[in-house]
């Protein structure tokens, strides 16, 4: 399985940014992809993941500032953010994991390299 990240970059506070994921070589039935980001210093957090039945589910650091969607046609995973602070600032990765029943499977099986998204 691949994940290939894209659309990081620097971008002032308060703007937006989107950022893409390009899964290969799965062949999960029933999936979940998940954003997830890492600051300096700080442990790798979920900040956003969407299902193969298209749930979604945000954690609180992109609550009201974030929207995950997939494009099905591209097998694009997309994470759009707005209103970006400089705590947003950190490596962000997409990941993906075959469901069991209602439930992802974690941790995570596979993991893209990550974007980095500078807020400043």
């Known amino acids: 399985v691949q994940l290939v990240e894209s659309g990081g970059g620097a971008v002032q506070p308060g703007g937006s940014l989107r950022l893409s994921c390009a899964p290969s070589?799965?062949?999960?039935?029933?999936?979940?992809m998940g954003w997830f980001r890492q600051a300096p210093g700080k442990e790798r957090e979920g900040v956003a993941s969407i299902n193969s039945a298209g749930g979604s589910t945000y954690a609180q650091p992109l609550v009201g500032r974030g929207s995950v969607s997939r494009d099905n046609a591209k097998n694009t995973l997309y994470l759009q953010m707005s209103s970006l602070r400089p705590d947003d600032t950190a490596i962000y990765y997409c990941?993906?994991?075959?469901?069991?029943?209602?439930?992802?499977?974690?941790?995570?099986?596979?993991w893209g390299q990550g974007t980095q998204v500078t807020v400043s």
């Open positions: 070589g799965y062949t999960y039935s029933s999936y979940c």
């Open positions: 990941a993906l994991t075959p469901m069991e029943g209602s439930t992802c499977v974690r941790p995570y099986k596979s």
